[in-house]
């Protein structure tokens, strides 16, 4: 029996996955500071609720990815401090995020998370690494979705240029 036969879990990570699980922690650390921050910006109450979902997400994540880094004698990115708590109210208009801004950046966080899943899962070896990474890819997929409806629905979503009228097919 070889070394990658087996129990996934026993097997070595190498160190492209190594990178991969330690860079979603910083990731994910960063969006746990970072959408806790835009959580006091936000004045619309769904897009709190989707702050707290993705703050959710963010902290399984990191706490996952730092689980799997210490059980494979890897120290795990450090923690951020956490913010002070501020009132909407409180933040001077010119200083704070706007419900839309939110928005985009949420979508565009998604977005990029699902790239990153992908790409660790395409080069994964371990089967419990890409299980992992494609679960983390498939509640990105719900969050965006959840996103793109909430901001059709605002009225934050600012589309590309969209083809109205088709020019008329050319039959050679």
Known sequence: MGILSGNPKDEPLHYGEIFDIWQASVAAKGCISGYRALKQHAGDQDLKKVLDQCIDQAELEASECDKLLKSNGIVPPPELPQRPEAKLEEIPPGARFSDMEIAATISADTAIGLV?????????????????????????????????????????LVPPPLQIQRPEAVHA
């Open 116 to 156: 990153a899943c992908s790409q660790t899962m395409g080069k994964s070896i371990r089967e419990d690494l890409a299980v992992l990474f494609g679960k983390y890819h498939v509640t990105k997929a719900a969050i965006g979705l959840r996103m793109l409806r909430l901001s059709k629905e605002k009225g934050w």
